[in-house]
């Protein structure tokens, strides 16, 4: 029961007295208004039931929302932290964030990011639309994917006039070995400054592209895995204080197949 009654209740209150009002009238007009006192009698009760109903409150949806006759409002879902987005409740918004390692079925891999996140549909036909909100990268970018029984799609960008542009990575010093990942990024920079193996990640499907420009402040090695193949003549061999552009396209076979795209003086 309800401690305290809402605008809408007390209103509702305020009929009732009204009506009982009425009735005293109409039951000291004598017999020829029985009939009257009869329909008003009977809305007296209408209006106490639907009073009851609603002190007997708040409504509730299968959706989640929560509220009394004064308006129905979304329950808010509090930061679901890193956890998986496909544990987001059905039919309302809910956040999720991380200053570190991304959710395992986030639509990016980046780090220091807050999604608000807005599940759609059935049970077992889901659709989510994320959307990145912090400015430290890629602010506003939009993504959607969709559930079938137990199967998530891909996330697929959301594209608009600025989102057109690539999504572009830097990596600074990286080891002796990279994992290039169209997924974190399609134009990816490399410093290289030690010997390089690049290992090509499995592509999300036939004709997933990625762009690799590797920049040399010293002549150093740079090896590929057995799924990139390069073209007839090679890839330019590296050349200090140059960057040199390979352009990588997925085949329908499973490779990468690479492109040279010649040396550039810094």
Do not use: C
């Not at 990816?188 to 592509?203: E, F, G, K, M, R």
């Not at 200090?240 to 552009?245: D, F, G, K, Q, R």
């Amino acid at each position: 029961m309800m401690t305290s009654l809402p605008p809408m209740v007390a209103g509702v209150n305020a009929i009732v007295d009204f009506v009982n009002a009425v009735a005293d009238y109409v039951e000291e007009g004598g017999s020829t208004s029985s009939a009257l006192w009869g329909q008003v009698s009977q809305g007296v009760a209408d209006v106490q039931a639907a009073l009851a109903a609603i002190q007997n409150g708040p409504v509730q949806s299968i959706n989640g929302r929560s509220g009394v006759v004064t308006g129905l409002v979304e329950a808010a879902s509090s930061s679901l932290g890193a956890s998986a987005m496909s544990t987001a409740p059905l039919g309302q918004w809910s956040s999720f964030n991380s200053s570190g390692a991304a959710g395992a079925d986030w639509p990016t891999t980046q780090t220091n990011v807050w999604w608000n996140v807005l599940t759609l549909g059935a049970s077992t036909r889901r659709t989510q639309i994320a959307v990145q909100t912090l400015s430290t990268g890629d602010q506003g970018g939009m993504y959607i994917r969709s559930l079938h029984d137990a199967t998530w799609s891909g996330w697929q960008r959301y594209f608009g006039d600025q989102s057109l542009v690539e999504r572009a990575k830097y990596v600074q010093s990286p080891g002796a070995a990279y994992y290039a990942n169209p997924a974190e990024a399609t134009l990816q920079y490399i410093d290289v400054s030690a010997p390089l193996t690049v290992y090509a990640v499995t592509a999300r499907k036939p004709g997933d592209q990625m762009t690799l420009m590797f920049s040399f402040p010293t002549v150093s090695a740079l090896a590929w895995s057995s799924n990139v193949k390069s073209p007839a003549g090679g890839i330019a061999t590296p050349v200090a204080s140059h960057i040199l552009t390979v352009p990588l396209i997925a085949r329908q076979d499973g490779n990468w197949q690479a492109y040279d795209g010649g040396l550039h003086p810094w």
